[in-house]
């Protein structure tokens, strides 16, 4: 009986030991986006915030695009908020970032926000303020895009699709997408406004940067960067510019904690079976 007793209570332990482990491991696969990981550890939030260098906080421009650039903790991922409204990522590479966005009509509160692989968010950077003065007839007609995922991502020779919303102007409209990856941009035409599915085919694991540029009969413009992944491991690759492919490094993460810790929770129980077994059989022998 004490022998059962020590095999419930090692089965207990196993099960409260594991259970955090296989908590993260689904957790990191349904808030990466289908991007390839295996398993996390858990770790606390980034604690490090990300500081807009370019532009000036203060700045007045005539142009509904901007190059938003600054320092980063290495490896994460940098999204960027318009008056709170999410407007782009890319990931830090080397300590820096560089991302285009659209600017609404008027002030422009521009916050960067670091998050990680279990999209855990750091702190707020610097708030910087930028103005795009506009006529009430350029306000009623501008575009954007927008979409659910900053970072997503399918195993290479698989289609990744991803929906992006499309809203304001006048269609019909013309849309380019490039993947990051060296290959021609896609092209397509919206009639209307709403949600549409863009979709690739990575050929190599990689982390890409995607930029989708939107404009409407009008002439008006829109734009979204996001990031793309190839899963799989990769070199190290660095990469300054929209068409120059894979940068950073995929890590695929193995818990190997939890098998170092039980292959010999396993032996003990192996032995405390057979241990078991021969106490059982002991006791029929016995009876009359």
């Known amino acids: 009986m004490k022998i059962s007793n020590k095999l419930l209570a090692l089965s207990l332990i196993l099960t409260i030991f594991l259970l955090p482990f296989q908590a993260e491991l689904t957790k990191a696969a349904e808030e990466s986006g289908s991007v390839g990981i295996e398993g996390k550890i858990s770790a606390p939030p980034p604690t490090q915030a990300a500081t807009i260098s370019f532009p000036n906080d203060g700045t007045t421009t005539t142009e509904s695009t901007i190059t938003i650039s600054g320092l980063c903790p290495n490896g994460l991922i940098v999204k960027i908020y318009k008056n709170n409204v999410f407007a782009g990522a890319v990931q830090c590479n080397n300590g820096s970032f560089t991302i285009q966005i659209d600017l609404f009509s008027g002030r422009n ?3 960067a926000r670091v998050f990680d692989d279990l999209d855990q968010q750091g702190p ?5 303020v930028v103005n795009f003065p506009v006529n ?8 954007s895009l927008s979409s659910t995922f900053a970072k997503k991502g399918a195993n290479p020779g698989e289609q990744l699709i991803w929906p992006i919303i499309l809203s304001g102007g006048t269609g019909p409209y013309a849309i380019t997408v490039n993947w990051g990856d060296g290959k021609t941009p896609d092209v397509l035409s919206q009639e209307f406004p ?8 990575y050929d190599s694991p990689g982390i890409y940067t995607i930029i989708i540029r939107a404009a409407d009969k009008n002439g008006n413009i ?7 992944v190839g899963n799989g491991e990769v070199s190290p690759v660095s990469s300054t510019g929209e068409n120059n492919g894979a940068s950073g490094q995929v890590r695929t993460k193995i818990l190997w904690q939890p098998a170092v810790v039980l292959i010999p929770l396993v032996g003990v129980a192996f032995w405390l079976g057979s241990k078991h077994q021969i106490y059982a059989l002991r006791k029929r022998l016995e009876k009359p």
């Not at 707020?124 to 910087?128: E, F, H, I, R, Y």
């Not at 009430?136 to 575009?143: G, M, Q, V, Y």
């Open 124 to 128: 707020d950077s610097n708030v910087v």
């Open 194 to 201: 709403g949600t549409f599915n863009i979709n690739h085919v």
């Open 222 to 228: 829109a734009l979204l960067q996001l990031i793309g």
């Open 109 to 111: 509160e521009i916050v």
């Open 136 to 143: 009430s007839e350029t306000f009623a007609n501008r575009i």
